[in-house]
């Protein structure tokens, strides 16, 4: 079983940065792919961005520019920065792992205020 642990959301006015971080109990080496989904309220959960083993990253349209994923192989950690925040950024933040299998972390709240 692998354990993700998320830190990092908060409220923050729109322009403003929040960097999240997420933690897995798996070595990193071993991932298929890890990265952050987001949901907002009455929407469905969509990809933020994601890198994969060979260090690739991915990013969905609406946050090219403004958020950078990266990695730390000692730490096992994934980090998501985001500057520029918009208020539509507002939603949950859920790290996830591909291994074997897809894995999820709890979620953390990032709020955006106009």
């Known amino acids: 079983q692998v354990q993700l642990v998320e830190s990092g959301g908060g409220l923050v006015q729109a322009g403003g940065s929040l960097r999240l971080s997420c933690t897995t109990s798996r070595s990193i080496f071993s991932i298929t792919a890890m990265g952050w989904y987001r949901q907002a309220p009455g929407k469905e959960r969509e990809l933020v961005a994601s890198?994969?083993?060979?260090?690739?990253?991915n990013y969905a349209d609406s946050v090219k520019g403004r958020f950078t994923i990266s990695r730390d192989n000692a730490k096992n950690t994934v980090y998501l920065q985001m500057n520029s925040l918009k208020p539509e950024d507002t939603a949950v933040y859920y790290c996830?792992?591909?291994?074997?299998?897809?894995?999820w972390g709890q979620g953390t709240q990032v709020t955006v205020s106009s």
């Open positions: 890198i994969t083993s060979g260090g690739g990253a």
């Open positions: 996830n792992a591909v291994y074997s299998y897809w894995y």
